[in-house]
């Protein structure tokens, strides 16, 4: 058995999403901490996937089927309660992604046309505290799959025309878009964002439909190194560095794996019969930074810590119980790890 540890995964949180056949609805989204215990995530839903981090390992959005209302909907997991942000709006909402600033998520919106026969798809932008739906697109190209830049200034989508997808920027100031990847014939979609660069899966050709991860760096568009023309990767997840996780057919269904710059690994211990995709992680040492991994505070950390708190104005302290610190106004590791990460880098 490969673990994770020894497949060359750092240490820290792993979502992703499983199912048999995607029409069964059977999808179920997982959470594995980093001790390596694994839970469902579970609910007054169905067909859980496509999970998305936000400033902590404790929050997180996915979508899912809300089962009262028989629609597509847009879920907030908050230091495990759940909550369903879009529920009963008579939309299908899918394909949610936090800001950096975890204060909105970005997702795609569809409604039934009946003049373009079947569904027409835009973007929009949820505000995760007043649950306030902004249209962000409104043309008939179906635009999915967006997630934000690094500095939350643009969001990539996947935009199709007759079945086809192209990578999109959309400038959120001017609300202008351009193409980052446009091929005939050539299907590409489910863009990610680690830093500067700009990760998306991608057609090999027009004549062969297995997928390969590309890597575009703001100047250049390359094919990752484990990537084949004999089977599909996709589902880019960058840990760190050059690590990347990922989901392949390389032994048949879909399994997750992790590139570690050097060789692929199975993540044995998290692959079944069924097929393993969405991957999310988030590292422990962006939240603990240099804190000792078994958790613990050192002297320092406390002084500084101590310090701070003294000094800090009451109004500097009220800034902290929001989105995704302070919980019901408590403190617990995750926050004061952020809060020293803040404190630090000013």
Same mark, same amino acid.
């Given at each position: ?174 609300? =202008? !878009?351009?193409?980052?990847? #446009? ?9 990610? +964002?680690? %830093?500067? *660069? ?23 568009? =390359? !094919?990752?190194?484990?990537? #084949? ?9 960058? +840990?760190? %560095?050059? *690590? ?23 993540? =044995? ?78």
């Amino acid at each position: 058995m490969t673990s994770a540890a020894e497949a060359g995964l750092p240490k820290g949180w792993l979502l992703w999403h499983s199912y048999n056949n995607y029409a069964d609805l059977d999808s179920e989204l997982y959470l594995r901490t980093p001790d390596g215990a694994v839970k469902t995530i579970s609910g007054d839903f169905i067909h859980a996937m496509n999970g998305s981090f936000g400033r902590s390992p404790e929050r997180f959005t996915f979508m899912a089927i809300d089962r009262a209302a028989d629609e597509w909907d847009i879920y907030l997991s908050d230091h495990g309660e759940i909550v369903n942000l879009t529920r009963n709006s008579g939309f299908r909402n899918e394909d949610p992604k936090f800001s950096p600033d975890g204060k909105t998520i970005v997702f795609k919106r569809g409604h039934r046309d009946d003049s373009a026969d079947g569904f027409v798809y835009n973007l929009a932008l949820l505000d995760v505290k007043t649950r306030e739906v902004t249209m962000l697109t409104d043309d008939s190209a179906e635009e999915a799959m967006p997630c934000f830049s690094a500095d939350g200034k643009f969001i990539y989508c996947a935009s199709y025309t007759d079945g086809i997808g192209s990578v999109c920027r959309l400038d959120l100031s001017t609300k =202008t !878009s351009e193409f980052i990847f #446009s091929e005939s014939g050539v299907n590409a979609y489910y863009p990610i +964002v680690s %830093g500067d *660069k700009l990760y998306f899966t991608k057609w090999c050709s027009a004549d062969n439909r297995c997928d390969r991860i590309m890597c575009y760096d703001g100047e250049r568009i =390359t !094919s990752l190194p484990f990537d #084949s023309d004999k089977y599909d990767c996709s589902d880019a997840c960058p +840990v760190g %560095g050059e *690590k990347m996780m990922f989901s392949s057919t390389m032994n048949g269904s879909y399994d997750l794996y992790c590139y570690d710059g050097s060789r692929v690994s199975p993540l =044995t211990e998290l692959n079944s019969d069924k097929n393993e995709l969405g991957a999310d992680f988030f590292a422990f040492d962006s939240v603990f930074g240099d804190v000792n991994e078994d958790g613990e505070f050192t002297v320092a950390d406390l002084a500084m810590f101590q310090k701070w708190l003294l000094s800090a104005p009451d109004a500097n302290l009220e800034n902290w119980c929001n989105a995704d610190l302070c919980k019901d106004g408590r403190l617990d590791v995750f926050d004061l790890c952020m809060m020293r990460r803040e404190l630090v880098e000013g």
